[in-house]
């Protein structure tokens, strides 16, 4: 039995719970404000009439329990009310008080007492006025814009006496949620022997259940507070090891405690630092009788002195941040324990890694990004199991598209922009019926441009501009007006296969008509030869200021210029190259065998000239000879090499001009002065008397010059050392 009270009011409890939360239903809707900041006010019309007191009948006990739970869960910093209408005058103050008033009003903790208190003397029949009432006060209090939305409660047995309005009351309970748009009513018939269960209609914003036993109540109320509002509940924690771990920063932590000994203690992070205890707030079973005997109620109604509770809220003014803690809880039979995330909804534009500000962007490839935000680090959050399974709503120019955040991932859509304009909305909902919004929007200037360009032209023909490139530029496809074409810019680059400029010019002329230009290839300064040719790919850049803003469009092109010179553009070109070239061939010539003939490098410098004693008394000795080149037959080309070779010493000095004649062979231009002379010899031989021309020797030939004396020998290409032997040396 006591499981099945707890049960009860565990689901009670969660009705309880609806003043600080959101609010979302396929039929009549509100547009709702992030939970935790929607004011709201809870009317609540309370039967108290007798069957609620009879014999054995604890409901009434097991309510007031409730009521106290519900009004310490309740957001006053966020100016939430609680108004509770009996059907039956009550007391705030004990079996004893006389002072008895029609309605109680819920805006503190302080007055969590009056519910502690509270008596009925008189429990009657079963009056439609207070429903009347409580939907009136609610009503002007909307109208009035005190509260963000309102819920009209009401808690019966539906045995109404004869003042229900005519029109019945299904249409009197809608025409009631139709006096503000904002204005919700929730119809629970409780009772073994109901009556009067409107059917409910969602469109028009009138809920109707019927819970006829404990575990219709249970599953009714479940269903209701899913409606109205339900906290997040922490699941996984295990009073064993008393631990809590969060992946996101919390708003606040609500912990409540059933146990007849329960006590709440402290909430520590992982550093042995305390949560700050905001509130903590005790409940238990009413300090009264609850209601007087009548003839309804024939005896003193019984309590339910099990319950006892305790409602503890952590919270700062700074977040819970992310982490592991530990609560402290003893003497608990249960413990729920509730979350409210403290995280921000952020939906946003992107080029790369950078958002886009409200305002004139630029047409083209962007990403739409939606998701959580921490605000400490004001980073996307990328995973945590406290934000649950988020539903986002992407609509973009109308265009609606439904996405899911598995364990509150961030999402992104790669959109493609042009138009005029872009209108940006993105909405969530997440945990139980949390929601949130953002819109956004843009103006679209998307600069384009159409390029008609020639495919090949011939090198040669680029000089009579007869190749074009035509280039119009357009503003979200309309053509630029004349003042924006009038201050835009046009820019060309040209590179090659390689990546690096290729050599030509461009030349850029607006066109005849407003947003076009034309763009022709001309020869690089240094003309047709200083033109690059082959494969180019042409870069063309339009540059505009539009609406106080400035903007840009890249086009590439390939064209090909073909390599069309023939030798005769080559000798216009360099006939001058050519026969310069050619003149420094032919002096080039001049210098090289054969043309110009040149005396064997084996030839010494300074020749050995061997002297063989012919008289007694003289002495073999080596003497040396001479051979020099004539300076000006060295330096001019195509002549012949002449010197000077002296192949006898003094006093019988001898010496012949000679010039190279090829092949290392040399010709004696004074043949003459040796003519018929048997005393000198040329390998053994003298020159005949009658020789005519040039006597032609060697290198190696033998020269003798005989006297009675001596016998000089010599040979032009021999040079010997102070001891006889041949020197072998660098050849000259």
Not at 69 to 84: I, L, P, Q, R, T
Not at 92 to 106: Q, Y
Request: some cysteine; aromatic content about 8%; charged content about 25%.
């Amino acid at each position: 039995m006591k499981k099945t009270i707890q049960r009860v009011l565990a689901a009670v409890i969660l009705l309880v719970m609806i003043l600080s939360g959101g609010f979302s239903e396929v039929g009549k809707v509100h547009a709702e404000k992030q939970q935790g900041t929607t004011k709201r006010a809870i009317y609540v019309v309370f039967d108290n009439s007798g069957s609620m007191y009879g014999d054995g009948n604890k409901a009434w006990s097991q309510a007031t329990y409730a009521m106290e739970v519900f009004a310490a869960m309740m957001n006053y910093e966020s100016g939430d009310v609680m108004k509770v209408f009996p059907m039956h005058d009550i007391t705030t103050d004990g079996n004893t008080g006389s002072a008895t008033k029609s309605s109680m009003e819920i805006r503190g903790k302080d007055d969590i007492a009056q519910i502690h208190n509270m008596y009925t003397p008189k429990p009657g029949g079963t009056p439609y006025t207070q429903v009347n009432n409580a939907a009136g006060e609610l009503t002007k209090l909307l109208n009035a814009g005190s509260v963000d939305e309102g819920w009209l409660v009401v808690l019966t047995d539906g045995d109404f006496d004869n003042d229900i309005p005519a029109s019945g009351l299904k249409a009197d309970l809608e025409g009631k949620a139709a006096a503000n748009e904002n204005l919700y009513v929730q119809y629970l018939a409780i009772g073994t022997d109901v009556k009067n269960i409107p059917e409910g209609n969602a469109d028009k914003g009138l809920y109707a259940q019927k819970a006829g036993n404990t575990s219709e109540v249970v599953n009714e109320l479940a269903e209701i507070s899913n409606r109205i509002f339900k906290r997040n509940e922490y699941a996984g924690y295990s009073s064993e090891d008393s631990g809590l771990e969060f992946d996101i920063p919390l708003r606040k932590l609500i912990v409540f405690a059933q146990g007849k000994d329960v006590k709440i203690g402290s909430l520590k992070n992982e550093e042995g630092g305390e949560v700050k205890l905001q509130s903590d707030t005790a409940v238990s079973y009413s300090s009264t009788d609850e209601a007087g005997l009548t003839t309804f109620v024939k005896s003193t109604p019984v309590k339910d002195t099990s319950l006892k509770g305790q409602v503890a809220v952590f919270a700062d003014e700074s977040p819970i941040v992310a982490g592991k803690y530990t609560l402290d809880v003893s003497g608990a039979d249960s413990i729920q324990i509730y979350y409210e995330p403290d995280v921000k909804f952020e939906a946003g534009l992107y080029k790369g890694d950078t958002k886009m500000e409200e305002g004139t962007i630029e047409g083209g490839a962007y990403t739409v990004k939606v998701g959580f935000v921490d605000q400490l680090s004001g980073k996307y959050i990328k995973s945590s199991k406290l934000l649950g399974e988020p539903k986002y709503t992407v609509s973009i120019n109308g265009e609606t598209q439904e996405l899911t955040g598995k364990d509150g991932a961030s999402q992104s859509i790669d959109v493609e922009v042009d138009g005029e304009s872009l209108e940006l909305t993105a909405d969530v909902n997440y945990l139980k019926d949390y929601t949130d919004s953002a819109s956004y929007t843009f103006k679209i200037c998307t600069l384009d441009m159409n390029v008609d360009a020639f495919k090949s032209a011939n090198l040669k023909t680029l000089e009579d501009g007869a190749n074009q490139i035509t280039v119009e530029a357009t503003r979200n496809g309309q053509p630029l007006t004349k003042e924006q074409w009038d201050a835009a810019t046009l820019d060309v680059v040209s590179v090659n296969k390689d990546g690096e400029e290729f050599g030509i010019q461009w030349d850029v002329q607006k066109g005849s008509e407003a947003s076009t230009w034309i763009v022709t290839p001309n020869y690089k300064k240094g003309g047709m030869f200083a033109t690059e040719t082959g494969q180019a790919d042409v870069t063309i850049n339009v540059s505009a200021e539009i609406d106080g803003d400035g903007y840009g469009k890249a086009e590439t092109v390939s064209v090909t210029i073909k390599d069309d010179k023939n030798i005769v553009d080559y000798l216009k070109r360099y006939w001058k190259h050519i026969v310069i070239s050619l003149l420094l061939l032919i002096l080039i010539l001049g210098y090289v065998p054969p043309f110009k003939k040149r005396f064997a490098r084996s030839i010494k410098k300074r020749p050995s000239i061997e002297c063989s004693a012919e008289k007694i008394g003289l002495r073999d000795n080596v003497m040396k000879g001479n051979f020099e080149k004539d300076l000006a037959s060295r330096l001019l080309p195509y002549v012949p090499e002449t010197g000077r070779l002296t192949f006898s010493p003094t006093p019988v000095k001898k010496t012949a001009k000679v010039r190279a004649s090829g092949g290392g062979s040399m010709l004696i231009l004074n043949t003459s002065a040796f003519a018929g002379k048997e005393e000198i010899t040329f390998n053994g031989m003298s020159i005949q008397e009658n020789e005519k021309g040039h006597h032609r020797i060697s290198a190696s030939t033998i020269i003798v010059v005989s006297t009675p004396e001596f016998t000089y020998t010599c040979i032009p290409n021999v040079q010997r050392t102070a001891n006889g032997e041949i020197k072998r040396g660098k050849r000259k």
